[in-house]
């Protein structure tokens, strides 16, 4: 470790990741990582809201939406959200124009009721990263430093902090590129990101549809979707 700290402290903060990146896009396969680094490069897989089940179309726009099980949950995040609903939305925009989707403002609702999805620290307290490791140890160990890919992980192991902190520092990254949010879609483009609620406040509810809207930014125009669960 002080061998890292001595080559961390001679190469500013980016050029320190670049080399770092470099040798996991070379060096390392997914089944060598840590599953919460794991989880940070998996990419989602190409698809349309019309693939999905679940969905909607209003003027060439589509919304989708599928529940993740616990599988799902474990290769997008790292591990399970422990009490809580993860569902992955994806919108799709066959339009002729840029549209807005306002995704930080989707709500599950009932006749009288709304339930608005949790905040990226509720998910992080949920998934609750552990400390000890089942094989090796993040921060202790060369494979650890070499997985680092994100800048605030890489700075936790090169002060040598503790597998949970940097295994955090992993999720919250993976929620910050993968949650839904307000996101432009161009004509053709899809977009996806994942949603989580709360499961105990979602039982006492009992929502009957996920509603979303969307913006077309050529007439400031919106749409609302309601997806009936």
């Known amino acids: 470790m002080t061998m890292i700290k001595q080559f961390r402290s001679r ?11 470099s ?7 997914a089944q060598d990582m840590d599953d919460y680094a794991a989880a940070y490069f ?13 969905h909607q179309e209003q003027r060439n726009i589509s919304v989708g939406l599928v529940q993740l099980d616990e599988d799902e949950q474990e290769q997008m995040l790292g591990d399970e959200a422990e009490d809580t609903l993860v569902y992955k939305v994806v919108v799709t925009n066959k339009s002729p124009v840029r549209i807005l989707l306002l995704g930080r403002d989707i709500q599950a609702v009932n006749s009288n009721q709304q339930l608005s999805s949790l905040t990226l620290p509720q998910i992080v307290r949920a998934v609750d990263p552990p400390n000890a490791s089942t094989g090796r140890a993040i921060a202790d160990t060369t494979l650890g430093v070499l997985t680092m890919g994100v800048h605030t992980a890489i700075r936790h192991v090169a002060e040598g902090d503790t597998d949970r902190q940097v295994r955090t520092s992993y999720l919250e990254s993976t929620l910050f590129e993968k949650m839904l949010g307000h996101k432009v879609i161009e004509p053709g483009g899809s977009y996806q990101g994942l949603v989580v609620f709360d499961e105990e406040e979602w039982g006492n509810m009992e929502p009957e549809s996920i509603n979303l809207s969307v913006q077309n930014l050529a007439q400031l ?9």
């Open 42 to 54: 998996y990419k989602f897989e190409p698809m349309e809201a019309e693939q999905l089940l679940l």
């Open 11 to 21: 190469l500013p903060i980016n050029i320190f990741a670049a080399i770092l990146f």
């Open 23 to 29: 040798l996991v896009s070379f060096g390392l396969s």
């Open 221 to 229: 125009a919106y749409l609302d979707f309601s997806l009936s669960l």
